[in-house]
């Protein structure tokens, strides 16, 4: 197939799409009104602020409880308030070691609301925080039980090593949240290969089992009949059983369930493949286009490697299709998997769908194997004949991944196509390529005039970030804009 480009023009594509696949019963092409998208994008907004604000406050609470069951009295003295502070700073850090843990728990309101990706970004960024909240929980601890003592820090350090078994595994505890937090710092995380990496992180359940001895044992915090005991107790218990429940127990129950396995494997550009799937009562699942499970391919080789991959197809209820770029060591491997291979899947997880609409027209912004989940919104979003524009950007025109396939799905559901290749400007200033940004085109160029759609972009992640510069400095509300990041 040939493309004639401009770089304001929609492409004009020669060639048919004969060999393609008939589109199994494409959405509606009669959009919703815009207020639906208005309300249910306000209403999904209001819920991850109420989110926020539960996960915020439940350090105030931790702090209340302690300041009212006594923890106030000790800012009396020197020594009381070193040792006070040391204990909030101890409260807040487990308190937020329990929302990182629930972030990451794939628990379905919380993905549902702000997206399990976005939920792990927050997870990452608490990292450091809660980091710095544990030291200052040991030093300042220390330096207040020396000063009621009378002693120096050492030698209480000393006393308090020998006092027993507990306060030795809250040691270790912290010892393990420094090497979590050490190899999470970005440049040591990309040197890691990232089993290594996951492993290490799993060192934070590790580390948090190890401390609970102490805080119950250790100066009658947690005393019974304390509320702060059965408040604890309950955050640990209610995090303990979703993390089992959404991590552990509902991947193996639907791996088991939906029985999927490959049907075919078909490379669609020199290193990247399709992979379609079937399985059993997927329509249970209720998966949407754009959103991803974590594979595990049942290979000798494969099967203990957990990978993202989106959905790159409108799902049906027997079949999943993926689409793959050959990036490392285990997607080179995927490139050759054998049909009728089990798989063990987790998810569907991520608002990069139609869930996430805030108007009722879309752009659909995509470059490199981020294609992928483009070519599925495309096929599964809901607009109106002439309602969507997609940018496809590559540097090179054999890097247009899935163009047949995108440019099919633009002539059958009316929607506008534009293929940017080419280098881009000086300095990677702008996510256009050179030639555009010469002529002072921006994301809006590509729009028809005075239209704010729900921009969907995915693609390499400083390019992405380039993309969504623009759509805000075209004014688009946030609640219009969306990404899909492929790096967890
Ligand atoms: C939400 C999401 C959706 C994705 N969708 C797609 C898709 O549709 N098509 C596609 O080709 N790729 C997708 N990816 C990227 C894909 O997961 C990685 O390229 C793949 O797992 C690399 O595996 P590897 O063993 O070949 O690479 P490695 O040799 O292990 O590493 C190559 C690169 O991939 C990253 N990577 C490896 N494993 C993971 C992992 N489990 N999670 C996140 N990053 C990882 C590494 O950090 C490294 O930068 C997606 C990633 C995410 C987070």
Redesign the pocket.
């Known amino acids: 197939m040939a493309i004639r480009e401009s770089p304001t023009q929609p492409v004009t594509v020669q060639g048919s799409h004969r060999n393609l696949p008939p589109a199994p019963g494409l959405p509606p092409t009669v959009g919703l009104p815009v207020s639906t998208y208005r309300q249910r994008a306000r209403r999904r907004l209001w819920a991850a602020d109420a989110l926020t604000i539960i996960l915020v406050a439940s350090v105030a609470v931790a702090v209340a409880l302690f300041l009212s069951d006594g923890g106030a009295a000790g800012f009396g003295s020197f020594a009381g308030m070193l040792t006070s502070m040391g204990v909030i700073a101890g409260l807040a850090a487990m308190d937020l070691v329990l929302v990182m843990f629930l972030l990451s728990a794939r628990v379905p309101i919380i993905d549902r609301t702000i997206g399990q990706?976005k939920a792990l970004l927050v997870h990452g960024s608490l990292g450091e925080p809660i980091l710095y909240l544990l030291l200052a929980h040991g030093v300042l601890l220390l330096l207040g039980y020396a000063a009621t003592e009378g002693i120096t820090p050492m030698a209480e350090a000393l006393s308090l090593w020998a006092s027993g078994l507990d306060l030795r595994w809250a040691v270790l505890s912290l010892v393990l949240f420094v090497v979590v937090a050490v190899t999470s710092v970005i440049a040591v995380k990309?040197r890691l290969?990232?089993e290594i990496w996951h492993g290490i992180h799993l060192l934070t359940y590790a580390a948090v089992a190890l401390s609970i001895p102490h805080q119950f044992s250790l100066s009658g915090l947690f005393a019974p009949g304390t509320i702060q005991r059965w408040y604890w107790i309950a955050l640990m218990v209610l995090t303990g059983a979703a993390v089992l429940t959404y991590r552990v127990l509902v991947p193996i129950t639907r791996s088991l369930h939906h029985q999927v396995r490959i049907t075919r494997v078909t490379e669609v550009a020199p290193g990247v493949a399709t992979v379609d799937m079937t399985g059993r009562d997927l329509a249970r699942l209720n998966t949407r286009a754009g959103q991803?499970f974590i594979w595990r391919f049942l290979t000798p080789d494969l099967w203990w490697?957990?990978?993202?991959?989106?959905i790159?197809a409108r799902p049906t209820p027997t079949s999943l299709r993926?689409?793959?770029?050959n990036?490392?060591?285990?997607?080179?491997k995927l490139m050759n998997i054998r049909p009728g291979t089990k798989v063990a899947i987790e998810g569907p997880y991520?608002i990069f769908t139609e869930a996430a609409r805030a108007s009722a027209q879309v752009l659909l912004i995509g470059s490199g194997?981020g294609n992928?989940?483009i070519r599925g919104l495309l096929e599964d979003l809901t607009f109106p004949h002439g309602g969507a524009t997609v940018i496809l950007r590559a540097s090179r025109p054999d890097e247009v991944y899935l163009l047949d396939e995108i440019s099919a799905l633009c002539e059958q559901r009316g929607a506008r196509l534009f293929v940017l290749t080419g280098p881009r400007a000086t300095g990677n200033s702008s996510w256009l390529p050179a030639s555009a940004v010469a002529s002072g085109y921006t994301m809006t160029s590509y729009l028809p005039p005075e239209q704010v759609p729900d921009v969907y972009v995915c693609g390499p992640l400083p390019w992405t970030d380039l993309v969504l510069d623009d759509a805000r400095h075209a004014g688009f509300p946030s609640e219009n804009i969306h990404s899909?990041?492929?790096?967890?």
Do not use: K, M, N, W
């Open positions: 990706d990309r290969p990232q991803y490697q957990p990978h993202p991959f989106s790159s993926i689409t793959v770029r990036l490392g060591t285990g997607t080179a991520g194997i992928a989940p899909e990041r492929f790096a967890l």
